[in-house]
């Protein structure tokens, strides 16, 4: 199975700041995604982080407020621009491990954010 | 695009009794139907999955199941237990790609 660690664990944001979740995984992966869940509620897909250009973003997600970077097959990053507490939500990074795992889908720890 | 429909969004059962969750999707090429456990604070951790080219999977107290004509799939919780208390998800995705799409939720309480 894959590992991945996620950074921060848990951060209380200022309106109007930004904020940087780092994902790392401890194996060259291709697929790998970033998830939102607001409180309360179901996951909801970000976008597909995408090696070497830019990320793939859902419906009601735009790169100018969720910038997404992967540089490489084991990091990523999805930076939450001018944050308000409409933002307070987990993200959580996702990898799709090898076929040995079967392909299955593993999340990382995620990111509890707070905007107040 | 892909919508998956889960139900009930709550559930109480005694413990020892069995807890079943219903999902609806509405994409026939929807072929990856994995089922999360999420508990409170906590990631969701996989529970169980099941792809489309067989009918049930079982492990040990969890079970799913699959119709793929009716475009529904069921986890099966038999001889529940207090630690199964938690908020469970389906989902679906198709192809290689396994971009997700999840239920909405339920939340399982198994009473002592």
């Known amino acids: 199975s894959a590992v991945i660690s996620q950074k921060p664990s848990r951060d209380i944001c200022q309106r109007g700041t930004s904020l940087t979740i780092q994902c790392q995984v401890d194996?060259?992966?291709?697929?790998m995604f970033w998830y939102r869940q607001q409180p309360g509620q179901s996951l909801t897909l970000i976008a597909t982080?995408?090696?070497?250009?830019?990320?793939?973003?859902e419906s009601g997600f735009v790169i100018d407020k969720f910038p997404i970077s992967r540089p490489n097959l084991t990091f990523s990053t999805l930076t939450v621009s001018n944050m308000s507490p409409e933002d307070s939500s987990i993200y959580l990074c996702?990898?799709?491990?090898?076929?040995?795992?079967?392909?299955?889908?593993?999340f990382g720890e995620g990111s509890w954010l707070t905007v107040v | 695009g892909e919508n998956v429909e889960q139900h009930p969004s709550t559930l109480s059962v005694q413990e020892g009794d069995s807890a079943v969750i219903k999902c609806t999707y509405s994409?026939?090429?929807?072929?990856?139907f994995p089922w999360y456990k999420q508990e409170l604070g906590k990631r969701p951790q996989l529970i169980i999955d099941?792809?489309?080219?067989?009918g049930e999977k079982k492990d040990q107290r969890i079970a799913v199941t699959l119709n793929k004509t009716a475009k529904h799939f069921s986890l099966h919780i038999t001889e529940t237990q207090p630690e199964d208390s938690a908020v469970y998800f389906c989902?679906?995705?198709?192809?290689?790609?396994?971009?997700?799409?999840f239920g909405s939720g339920t939340q399982l309480t198994v009473l002592p």
């Open positions: 996702s990898v799709v491990g090898d076929r040995v795992s079967g392909n299955t889908i593993y």
């Open positions: 194996s060259q992966v291709t697929m």
């Open positions: 982080a995408n090696q070497g250009s830019e990320a793939t973003y």
């Open positions: 994409d026939s090429a929807s072929n990856y």
């Open positions: 099941i792809r489309s080219n067989v």
């Open positions: 989902a679906a995705s198709m192809g290689s790609a396994r971009q997700l799409t």
